[in-house]
């Protein structure tokens, strides 16, 4: 297959989230055999969480790149292109290889479809996560840096063998999957603990907190709490610096990526970090430095391209609750009085009121519109949610944009609340240069 071709078998997949799938870890492992389990043959961090995943993804793998490793990273959603979840050495997976190994993985089920060993196509995601695989084993990379999906334990990431377990801050999210309290979801994400695995885990609240320290100790994983997040001073353009003791240096560090939950997300990924040092693995000062000050992970708090004359446009993800109460923080911290306009869209099976009322209130005007996929929530929905607002609607994104670049005025206009409408954002737009 070509790479339109599998972006059309992707296509037919469905969605990675289908309702009736059944989630499990067998289709993945036999899968992965017949494949020879190239996720064996090198380690793994493995990061599981509800919010940070990906940010504190990115500035591992930065660091281990500027150190000199060959990392791979995997992540996800993409935001534009598929091929952003796979990235080897900083350079995102070019198209040639991901038809490659896209076709060999296609195959392989095929195979196993014929003879009996699989009783239903592997999913989107678990096809991404093999495709994933087989990159990094081609690289070949010396370590991978990988996020889960959505859970932890039933994840398709779960067949990696970490040299370092982490897990961000837990929150409520995918309740429908991962269980209806945060000691179930806590409980889910402790899945990916390893006996003898360290796990570096950020701070947590004390529901999910007990569970997972549990959870360690019966893995027979030892437990590294990362500690309090270290101050975050206020910097420029929306972005913070903290303090932290590598190597037994003093270091003064400015996370590239914006708003002060960046600073606990840096840290997270500076402790694990020293894990991985303490293991063996050459990580300098220098590299820590590099990897934080230089990573970039788009569609976070990031500030898109804008003609002259033009309001400036953000665009973040704020997808969950715990997300939207950090993007409120920044629109506190960065805005205040001036107050952003919002363009809110999100899909329907997200927590809709308790997301605008963390947002809208900080928003000096609200536009509702709807992300180009099936599960987005319609924008009379959201406006019918909020009868007290005043919120205008739009059908999509570029209507959305011709409104509020007429209303704006001197305000920013600000995209938030799904990361698919971010991935719109960022095309129709273009994303940050620096």
């Known amino acids: 297959m070509d790479y339109a071709a599998c972006l059309q078998h992707l296509d037919w997949l469905g969605h990675e989230l289908r309702p009736l799938a059944k989630f499990d870890l067998q289709v993945i492992t036999r899968l992965m055999s017949e494949l020879g389990d190239p996720q064996a043959r090198y380690p793994a961090v493995h990061i599981a969480g509800t919010n940070g995943k990906g940010s504190t993804a990115a500035f591992l793998a930065a660091m281990l790149t500027a150190a ?11 935001l534009e292109r598929v091929t952003e979840r796979i990235v080897l050495e900083g350079r995102e997976l070019a198209p040639e290889a991901f038809a490659r190994h ?176 303490e293991s063996g693995w050459r990580l300098s000062p220098a590299a820590v430095r590099a990897g934080i000050e230089h990573c970039r992970w788009p569609g976070r708090l990031e500030r898109l391209r804008a003609r002259p004359g033009r309001p400036a446009v953000w665009a973040d993800g704020a997808h969950n609750p715990a997300a939207a109460r950090v993007l409120a923080d920044f629109m506190e911290d960065f805005w205040g009085a001036r107050r952003p306009l919002l363009i809110f869209g999100c899909m329907r099976d997200k927590a809709i009121e308790e997301i605008g009322d963390l947002l809208f209130p900080r928003a000096r005007a609200i536009i509702a519109t709807a992300p180009r996929q099936h599960r987005a929530a319609q924008p009379e929905t959201i406006r019918e949610a909020f009868a007290g607002i005043p919120i205008a609607t739009a059908p999509d994104l570029p209507a959305a944009c011709s409104r509020a670049g007429r209303e704006a005025a001197d305000a920013d206009i600000l995209i938030a609340g799904s990361l698919y409408l971010v991935g719109e954002a960022r095309a129709l737009l273009g994303g940050e240069t620096a």
């Not at 000199?68 to 993409?78: D, K, L, N, V």
């Open 68 to 78: 000199g490793h060959r990392a791979g990273r995997y992540t996800s959603p993409h």
């Open 102 to 277: 896209c076709t060999a993985v296609h195959a392989a089920a095929e195979r196993l479809l014929a003879c009996g060993d699989l009783s239903q196509p592997p999913s989107f995601f678990e096809t991404v996560t093999a495709i994933a695989y087989l990159a990094f084993a081609a690289g070949p990379v010396d370590l991978a840096v990988v996020e889960t999906g959505m859970g932890g334990r039933l994840d398709a990431t779960n067949l990696v063998h970490p040299a370092v377990t982490v897990i961000t801050p837990i929150g409520m999210d995918h309740e429908r999957f991962l269980g209806s309290t945060l000691a179930a979801i806590a409980g889910e994400k402790a899945g990916i603990f390893k006996p003898g695995v360290a796990v570096v885990a950020a701070p947590q609240l004390p529901e999910a907190e007990a569970v997972l320290r549990r959870q360690a100790q019966a893995a027979g994983a030892p437990w590294r709490a990362a500690g309090p997040a270290p101050a975050a001073i206020p910097g420029e353009d929306g972005r913070y610096r903290f303090r932290c003791r590598f190597a037994g240096q003093e270091l003064e560090l400015q996370p590239a990526l914006r708003g002060r939950h960046q600073v606990m997300n840096a840290w997270t990924a500076v402790r694990a970090a020293e894990v991985l040092a």
